[in-house]
């Protein structure tokens, strides 16, 4: 197939086109990465409460959400997108746009963020569960108020992470007509050869990724004491 | 009080039952302060835990406080343990929180109202010397102020007995004592029932009224400190005041190692038996020290007459004597070293380690970094070889 060779967009004139495409982009990545926050943080506690050492171990329950998470893990995100396309009509109402962008989104990163969440759950001290347990707390009080603020930096840092990743994958929200970021780099840089919109995107990519984990790095050390 | 009943406890390792603690019985009364002291592995924490139920004992029964806690659920449980403290050797503090924060927790669990737990949290952060770091995270405090805030929080929710494992372990001489003096205040102020474990025979002379030697899972020999330190056949008793090195007795004459074993012995004993026997008498070695209120130790005299026999004149002025060269041959155990870091050999009955002695000259078989706080003093005999 062969395009005209548009002319690159000038420079003063892609404002007009990032923007849209920037707004649909912080769009699907916070609400995407606040209900993964949510999920992940649920299935992680469930992971590890359940887990051999756990609070409350239950072989068979933990090996279910073991295989569930590994299920959600191994399917490529871009396989996932078509894949749960009848799910994503039954939730949103449509395949098509960014809000149906956010499900694949969302079932792709909450396996991901819940494994994150059990490691840093492992990593609280088991001496400071005892103590809780000693001083006559409840096992919700004792993931409430002990193993969820003792982790608080580990949760925050994985949170990050699967935020950055979340802005890797939207790009991929092109293919079933997202938009974003990622879209406008493939449509114009891309199928258009539009050098200066590529190369746009990409920054402006490069600056929202160093933003949020600037702003992610500096949350973690204001909750760290250690 | 607490009460242990025929505690057993058994894990399952490697499809094999292994007991930990076998039919452990001990009783500590209102207000008084229990050691539990044993070498390494002998079970001390694991007694501990199932005193608050951390660990469910395979059988027998705890008694806290007139409640048996085997015999309750969950709920209930959590609801007894409020009411006993604990205090760990790691201190366990929230990472998250400030000292005041961490020794709030055990009354933000119990549902404290905010107010009264602010008074409260202030009244015990001052009890345990701390006022001036109440908003400090414990990143930034020294070992013993760690173990300050664990003592607060364990006090947070007024409770009748404490449960400390190894305290002071890895402080040094001058904190583990101010921690130590802090525990018996508030033993003294409270009334608080205090299980103290601890591998330092030094911990169990300065605070406990009553001790229970742990080994390999079962109490070997238990008594009060007080009785124990003044019976000359009492293991544990020699290992709470240790034989220290003698001097040689000058120009060949009779040794004699004298033990304090009554609490009203005459302090001028000495000058009065040199004044009897119309001799002098050489003192080559003292360790007496005040026990729970009383003078407890031994001495070694010398007399150039081998034919007076002291044994039969100190007897009656709480004073057992025993010529040297026969303590040597029934030995008392080098140090408390020997007594509480080795394991007894193969084949032998640790419960009969209260009433044999063990070989002088055998080096402590424990873990050497265990007994370095417990410095191994030679006996006499070795000391005159
Ligand atoms: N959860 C467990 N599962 C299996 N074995 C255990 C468990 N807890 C303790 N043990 C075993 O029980 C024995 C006693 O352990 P415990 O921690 O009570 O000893 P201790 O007297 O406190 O020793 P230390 O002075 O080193 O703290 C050890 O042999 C240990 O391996
Ligand atoms: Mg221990």
Same mark, same amino acid.
């Given at each position: 197939?062969?395009?005209?060779?548009?002319?690159?967009? +000038?420079?003063?004139?892609?404002?007009?086109? $990032?923007?849209?495409?920037?707004?649909?982009?912080?769009?699907? *990545?916070?609400? !995407?990465?606040?209900?993964?926050?949510?999920?992940?943080?649920? $299935?992680?506690?469930?992971?590890?409460?359940?887990?051999?050492?756990?609070?409350?171990?239950?072989?068979?329950?933990?090996?279910?959400?073991?295989?569930?998470?590994?299920?959600?893990?191994?399917?490529?995100?871009?396989?996932?997108?078509?894949?749960?396309?009848?799910?994503?009509?039954?939730?949103?109402?449509?395949?098509?746009?960014?809000?149906?962008?956010?499900?694949? $989104?969302?079932?792709?990163?909450?396996?991901?963020?819940?494994?994150?969440?059990?490691?840093?759950?492992?990593?609280?001290?088991?001496?400071?569960?005892?103590?809780?347990?000693?001083?006559?707390?409840?096992?919700?009080?004792?993931?409430?108020?002990?193993?969820?603020?003792?982790?608080?930096?580990?949760?925050?840092?994985?949170?990050?992470?699967?935020?950055?990743?979340?802005?890797?994958?939207?790009?991929?929200?092109?293919?079933?007509?997202?938009?974003?970021?990622?879209?406008?780099?493939?449509?114009?840089?891309?199928?258009?050869?539009?050098?200066?919109?590529?190369?746009?995107?990409?920054?402006?990519?490069?600056?929202?990724?160093?933003?949020?984990?600037?702003?992610?790095?500096?949350?973690?050390?204001?909750?760290? /004491?250690? | 009080?607490?009460?242990?009943?025929?505690?057993?406890?058994?894990?399952?390792?490697?499809?094999?039952?292994?007991?930990?603690?076998?039919?452990?019985?001990? =009783?500590?009364?209102?207000?008084?302060?229990?050691?539990?002291?044993? +070498?390494?592995?002998?079970?001390?924490?694991?007694?501990?835990?199932?005193?608050?139920?951390?660990?469910?004992?395979?059988?027998?029964?705890?008694?806290?406080?007139?409640?048996?806690?085997?015999?309750?659920?969950?709920?209930?449980?959590?609801?007894?343990?409020?009411?006993?403290?604990?205090?760990?050797?790691?201190?366990?503090?929230? !990472?998250?929180?400030?000292?005041?924060?961490?020794?709030?927790?055990?009354?933000?669990?119990?549902?404290?109202?905010?107010?009264?737990?602010?008074?409260?949290?202030?009244?015990?952060?001052?009890?345990?010397?701390?006022?001036?770091?109440?908003?400090?995270?414990?990143?930034?405090? !020294?070992?013993?102020?760690?173990?300050?805030?664990?003592?607060?929080?364990?006090?947070?929710?007024?409770?009748? *007995?404490?449960?400390?494992?190894?305290?002071?372990?890895?402080?040094?001489?001058?904190?583990?004592?101010?921690?130590?003096?802090?525990?018996?205040?508030?033993?003294?102020?409270?009334?608080?029932?205090?299980?103290?474990?601890?591998?330092?025979?030094?911990?169990?002379?300065?605070?406990?009224?009553?001790?229970?030697?742990?080994?390999?899972?079962?109490?070997?020999?238990?008594?009060?400190?007080?009785?124990?330190?003044?019976?000359?056949?009492?293991?544990?008793?020699?290992?709470?005041?240790?034989?220290?090195?003698?001097?040689?007795?000058?120009?060949?004459?009779? !040794?004699?190692?004298?033990?304090?074993?009554?609490?009203?012995?005459?302090?001028?004993?000495?000058?009065?038996?040199? /004044?009897? $026997?119309?001799?002098?008498?050489?003192?080559?070695?003292?360790?007496?020290?005040?026990?729970?209120? =009383?003078?407890?130790?031994?001495?070694?005299?010398?007399?150039?007459?081998?034919?007076?026999?002291?044994?039969?004149?100190?007897?009656?002025?709480?004073? /057992?004597?025993?010529?040297?060269?026969?303590?040597?041959?029934?030995?008392?155990?080098?140090?408390?070293?020997?007594?509480?870091?080795?394991?007894?050999?193969?084949?032998?009955? +640790?419960?009969?380690?209260?009433?044999?002695?063990?070989?002088?000259?055998?080096?402590?078989?424990?873990?050497?970094?265990?007994?370095?706080?417990?410095?191994?003093?030679?006996?006499?005999?070795?000391?005159?070889?």
């Amino acid at each position: 197939m062969t395009l005209p060779l548009a002319d690159a967009t +000038p420079w003063d004139e892609i404002w007009e086109l $990032l923007e849209p495409a920037l707004g649909q982009t912080l769009q699907m *990545v916070v609400i !995407s990465t606040a209900i993964t926050g949510l999920l992940g943080l649920l $299935l992680g506690v469930l992971l590890h409460t359940t887990g051999r050492d756990g609070l409350r171990p239950l072989p068979p329950v933990n090996a279910l959400l073991g295989l569930v998470v590994g299920i959600g893990r191994s399917v490529p995100f871009i396989v996932l997108l078509a894949a749960i396309i009848p799910f994503t009509r039954l939730v949103v109402g449509t395949s098509l746009g960014t809000s149906a962008v956010i499900v694949p $989104l969302v079932v792709g990163m909450t396996p991901f963020y819940a494994r994150v969440v059990e490691q840093a759950l492992r990593e609280v001290p088991r001496g400071l569960v005892e103590m809780a347990r000693a001083a006559g707390a409840s096992r919700t009080q004792t993931v409430r108020k002990v193993v969820l603020p003792e982790a608080a930096p580990g949760l925050v840092g994985g949170l990050t992470i699967t935020l950055v990743a979340i802005v890797g994958f939207s790009a991929m929200a092109g293919t079933v007509g997202g938009g974003g970021l990622g879209a406008l780099a493939i449509d114009y840089g891309y199928n258009r050869y539009d050098g200066n919109v590529m190369l746009a995107t990409v920054v402006l990519l490069v600056v929202i990724v160093q933003l949020f984990q600037l702003v992610g790095d500096l949350l973690v050390r204001r909750i760290s /004491h250690r | 009080m607490i009460e242990v009943d025929t505690l057993t406890k058994a894990f399952r390792r490697n499809g094999r039952d292994h007991v930990v603690l076998d039919a452990v019985s001990l =009783r500590v009364d209102a207000g008084r302060i229990a050691g539990v002291i044993g +070498p390494s592995g002998a079970g001390k924490s694991t007694l501990a835990r199932c005193v608050n139920l951390l660990e469910r004992p395979t059988s027998g029964r705890v008694v806290v406080g007139g409640q048996d806690l085997t015999a309750l659920r969950d709920r209930e449980l959590q609801a007894a343990r409020r009411r006993i403290g604990t205090i760990f050797q790691a201190a366990n503090l929230l !990472s998250s929180r400030t000292v005041a924060g961490n020794v709030s927790l055990p009354l933000e669990i119990a549902g404290v109202p905010r107010a009264e737990r602010r008074t409260r949290v202030a009244e015990l952060v001052a009890r345990v010397g701390l006022e001036d770091h109440a908003r400090t995270h414990p990143a930034q405090l !020294s070992g013993g102020q760690r173990q300050r805030v664990g003592i607060a929080r364990a006090l947070a929710l007024r409770p009748d *007995v404490l449960l400390s494992d190894e305290a002071t372990s890895g402080l040094d001489p001058d904190t583990t004592r101010s921690i130590l003096a802090l525990l018996r205040g508030l033993r003294d102020d409270l009334g608080l029932t205090i299980l103290l474990i601890t591998h330092e025979m030094e911990v169990v002379r300065d605070v406990c009224d009553q001790v229970a030697l742990l080994r390999d899972g079962r109490i070997v020999e238990q008594g009060d400190v007080g009785a124990l330190v003044t019976d000359p056949d009492s293991a544990l008793g020699r290992g709470l005041v240790p034989a220290r090195p003698v001097a040689v007795a000058p120009g060949g004459g009779q !040794s004699w190692r004298v033990t304090y074993t009554a609490d009203d012995v005459d302090p001028a004993w000495i000058g009065r038996l040199e /004044h009897e $026997l119309g001799t002098r008498v050489a003192l080559l070695g003292a360790s007496v020290e005040a026990v729970d209120g =009383r003078p407890a130790g031994h001495v070694t005299v010398a007399l150039d007459d081998p034919t007076i026999d002291l044994a039969e004149r100190l007897r009656g002025r709480g004073l /057992h004597a025993a010529r040297l060269d026969e303590t040597a041959a029934d030995a008392p155990p080098a140090a408390v070293a020997d007594l509480v870091a080795a394991p007894p050999a193969a084949g032998e009955d +640790p419960g009969a380690v209260a009433a044999t002695d063990r070989d002088p000259t055998g080096e402590p078989a424990g873990d050497p970094a265990e007994a370095t706080d417990l410095p191994a003093a030679p006996t006499p005999t070795e000391e005159r070889a």
